[in-house]
């Protein structure tokens, strides 16, 4: 058993009976009072963030899991469908658990996926993706001077504020964790 000093941003534990990613852990010593560990956690079954204080040295049960690199093929429902690019074995993997990244996945992006045993626990998009602007209002000549931004809608589908030299038809560079716009690529 683990104590609540070796857990770290990024470990899964089993809290109340369900397994949680862990997304903040903070030691704090208030004042007066007794050392304790701040969690925030998301439950990894459907994606609700729950909070807890932990004392300093209390048993924890940290989860081990498999980590794998999977290939994006389609989407079906409120599921992506990855293929396992060694064994070809095909899974479905839940939207939620792609975060804000799922709104960029085009076929063919190669995505991280974290196992407990046979079920996927953990996803993660690419941290950057490439895309293709399919709508934006024309930029006026001489609209650069200011950082100000439009509503842009790409290939997937989403809506990226863009600088106003942007226009239809070219591509951007996202990044996936925020949904906000990192440069123009030729």
Known sequence: ???TQDVSVGNFLRYNG???????????????LRAFYQGKMRRVKDGKLA??????????EIVRVETK???YLYEE????I?????????VPIAKFMFGEGAKF???GNIVMVAFEGETPVSAEAPSHAVVEITYCEPGMKGDTATNTLKPATTETGAI??????????EKIKVDTRTGSYVERVK
């Open 51 to 60: 909070e807890n204080r932990f004392r300093s040295g209390e048993s924890v």
């Open 69 to 71: 690199e999977l290939a």
């Open 82 to 90: 990855c293929m396992d690019n060694e064994t070809y074995d095909q």
């Open 18 to 32: 369900e397994l949680v990613l862990v997304i903040e852990w903070q030691h704090r010593t208030p004042g007066n």
């Open 77 to 80: 429902g409120d599921a992506f």
């Open 160 to 169: 990226v504020m863009v600088p106003l030299f942007v226009n239809t038809g």
């Open 105 to 107: 996945m085009k076929e």
């Open 1 to 3: 058993m683990a104590t």
